[in-house]
């Protein structure tokens, strides 16, 4: 079955980039989303179809997907920007949403 | 405004069987695709199901099928998730959220818990 691999954590000063990358098979032919959640809050769709933003989503989150791996970029981080960041693909071979493990944003 | 509130969840013992609900607002529901994510404490986000705009397709994580069934009224603008032979690690977190027609999810509810415990 597909599966989609992201580091456990990242940490980056304020001001710096991040870069967060999810791992799978040839995920360069899927559309790769990306979630942000927060402690205690519902997750919230940041970057959609490999690198899309969805209204009120800052320009400094940004996406790419090539190859094996599907990357997130943090511009310019923020102490709010701290949380859980989840990728996500539809596998059409299993007919399943996959989402990645998750990995923790620490902004030192 | 989009609006998803899920209820039902509740502490439940091992074997036992749970409906949750979800009811949406702000938006054309008929219109979407819905599915039903949770998350275990502690762990990442688990999709379970989804459900197409008419009732149909369905599919099912591995994890659920046979156990879980999803369903929708769109006459009510209400998504369901029946869950049967429930076990400890079913406790999570229920959410259900909106698909926007891409394989991805632009609108969640804030969850609802569920506790599988004796």
């Known amino acids: 079955s597909y599966v989609l691999t992201q580091s456990p954590s990242v940490s980056v000063a304020p001001g710096q980039t991040a870069t967060i990358t999810c791992v799978g098979n040839?995920?360069?032919?899927?559309?790769v989303h990306w979630y942000q959640q927060k402690p205690g809050q519902a997750p919230v769709l940041v970057v959609y179809d490999d690198s899309d933003r969805p209204s009120g989503i800052p320009e400094r989150f940004s996406g790419s997907n090539s190859g094996n791996t599907a990357t997130l970029t943090i511009s310019r981080v923020e102490a709010g920007d701290e949380a859980d960041y989840y990728c996500q693909v539809w596998d059409n071979t299993s007919d399943h949403v996959l989402f990645g493990g998750g990995t923790k944003l620490n902004v030192l | 405004q989009v609006q998803l509130v899920e209820s039902g969840g509740v502490l439940v013992k091992p074997g036992g069987s749970l409906r949750l609900d979800c009811e949406a607002s702000?938006?054309?529901?008929?219109?979407?695709?819905m599915a039903w994510i949770r998350q275990a404490p502690g762990k990442g986000l688990e999709w379970l199901s989804y459900?197409?705009?008419?009732?149909?397709?369905?599919y099912y994580a591995d994890s659920v099928k046979g156990r879980f069934t999803v369903s929708r009224d769109n006459a009510k603008n209400s998504l369901y998730l029946e869950m049967n032979s429930l076990r400890a690690e079913d406790t999570a977190l229920y959410y259900c959220?909106?698909?926007?027609?891409?394989?991805?999810?632009?609108?969640w509810g804030q969850g609802t818990l569920v506790t599988v415990s004796s």
């Open positions: 959220a909106r698909e926007d027609g891409e394989d991805y999810f632009d609108y």
């Open positions: 702000g938006f054309n529901f008929s219109g979407y695709y």
């Open positions: 040839n995920i360069g032919s899927k559309g």
């Open positions: 459900i197409g705009r008419r009732g149909s397709p369905i």
